[in-house]
């Protein structure tokens, strides 16, 4: 059974400096691993997909990897911004489809 | 990215009666729709999968009778919560995919529903 694992919970940073969000999971047979922004009290909003077969992909300020020998993803944020709180989940697509969640990382950027 | 559009994203309801929550796709065919529950500070919890036309797979604990899915069409899933009861308060939260069973199509989510049984 897959698990996910985000350490830390919770995590706070000065404006601009640039941070790394961890995730592992258990189980390397997965189809992709997907990275989430969820707003307090909103659902969640994709940020990057990384297929199994790639090792990382990058949106603006995101870059996102994936080591499945390892077990491991990385959300890279350049330049924090107090915009970029919120809370980051990344999931795992299993061969039944499914989506295994981590607990998600709380990240406040103070100004 | 593509749009799922979840209603209503809150709601109020006594308790013993029922509450019909939408997720709509609205600019691809979701083949597959998922339901999650969340509970604060947790993450989400898959209640079950939905193919278009088909009966729906529930997670192993998840009560089928309580909670009805209907995916009616590639665009609409439906859950509704019968019977509710103050122990059914949650965010509801749901998922569409495009794609083959088992692709590595991406997920989009709607925007979540609070109910609250009172």
């Known amino acids: 059974k897959q698990e996910v694992t985000q350490i830390p919970a919770a995590l706070s940073v000065p404006e601009g400096e640039n941070l790394v969000l961890n995730c592992s999971f258990t189980d390397s047979a997965i189809y992709n691993l997907q990275w989430f922004r969820q707003d307090p009290g909103k659902g969640l909003t994709s940020l990057l997909l990384i297929q199994s077969s790639q090792r990382e992909q990058t949106s603006g300020r995101l870059n996102a990897s994936l080591d499945k020998s390892s077990g491991r993803s990385t959300l890279y944020i350049a330049a924090s911004q107090p915009g970029d709180s919120a809370t980051y989940l990344c999931a795992g697509t299993g061969a039944n489809s499914k989506l295994t969640f981590g607990k998600g990382i709380t990240l406040s950027v103070r100004p | ?118």
């Open chain 2, 1 to 118: 990215g593509a749009v799922v559009s979840q209603h209503p994203s809150w709601v109020i309801c006594k308790s013993g009666t029922s509450v019909k929550i939408e997720c709509r796709s609205l600019d691809f065919q979701a083949t597959t729709m998922f339901w999650y529950r969340q509970f604060p500070k947790q993450s989400l919890m898959l209640m079950a999968t939905s193919n278009e036309g088909s009966k729906a797979t529930y997670e192993q604990g998840v009560e089928k009778d309580k909670f009805l899915i209907n995916h009616a069409s590639l665009t609409l899933s439906t859950l509704t919560v019968t019977s509710a009861h103050p122990e059914d308060s949650s965010f509801y939260i749901c998922s569409a995919r495009w794609g083959p069973w088992g692709g590595g199509a991406e997920a989009f989510f709607g925007q979540g529903t609070r109910l609250t049984v009172v």
